[in-house]
């Protein structure tokens, strides 16, 4: 009974502090948007992408627990001997025992442009077998350094 009431006076607690912040006067956001192309490199000569952990032998399904990391050149445009605008850095993880899906986590580290120095981290579930995955589509959606207030 004890923590039921602790539990509702922290919740009530929470509701209090967060109705209050929102009367501050904040800055109006700015949006902006970014405009590359990633490229992940599977195989060949220099694979960006590499298997650091295979999946356990006769453990799984699929390929469950399989991770993977990445070191992908950001270009300008679709030809990866266009400019180069930094690296997207991090791994992939086979998390799902059923329908494949990948959890993502990667760094965009700009090294040219209008972001040059600075980052992006992004992680998010990737089941990259649907026809539509929405973060595939964040994924690989073109990117230019164009900002918009």
Known sequence: MATS??????????IATVSSLTNFNLPKEKHTHLHFYLHDTLTGGSPTAIKVAPAPAGKAKNVFGEVSVIDDPLTESPNK?????????????????????LLMALNFAFIAGEFNGSSLALIGRNPYLENVSKFLEFYTVKLAAESQD
């Open 5 to 14: 009431l602790t539990i509702s006076a922290i919740i009530l607690s929470t």
């Open 81 to 101: 001997s266009s400019k180069l605008l930094g690296r997207a850095q991090g791994v992939y993880v086979q998390t799902s025992q059923g329908q494949p899906a």
